[in-house]
Nanobody, 126 residues
């Protein structure tokens, strides 16, 4: 049974940086394409960033390009989301998700992901 556990959220100020982590258990991370999604209050959950199982293909939603970086460490079974120059509009619950094989490239739609973490809250004050 694959499980995902996120960590690293918290209360931050605009301009701060933080790194979210997501540990996958119950399988080898190397088989999964991974993604980070977020859901702000009153809004639908949407893609933030995604990375292919090889790490060779990444995707970012426009609002985070140049500020966020997704990466993976298949030895540690962990995916990261480095978030820099945070803005109040980045406030949301951040979810990690895993797209099992077979998968090609960075998966960008929620329907491609079978496994989800419980989420970690990121709150950015101005």
């Amino acid at each position: 049974q694959v499980q995902l556990v996120e960590s690293g959220g918290g209360f931050l100020q605009a301009g701060d940086s933080v790194r979210l982590s997501c540990v996958l258990s119950g399988g080898p991370l190397s088989s999964y394409a991974m993604g980070w999604f977020r859901q702000a209050p009153g809004k639908e959950r949407g893609i933030v960033a995604a990375i292919s199982w090889t790490g060779g293909s990444v995707y970012y939603t426009d609002s985070v390009k140049g500020r966020f970086t997704i990466s993976r460490d298949n030895v540690k079974n962990t995916v990261y989301l480095e978030m820099n120059n945070l803005k109040p509009e980045d406030t949301a619950i951040y979810f990690c998700a895993a797209d099992p094989p077979p998968n090609v490239g960075a998966s960008t739609t929620q329907e491609e992901y079978d496994y989800w973490g419980q989420g970690t809250q990121v709150t950015v004050s101005s």
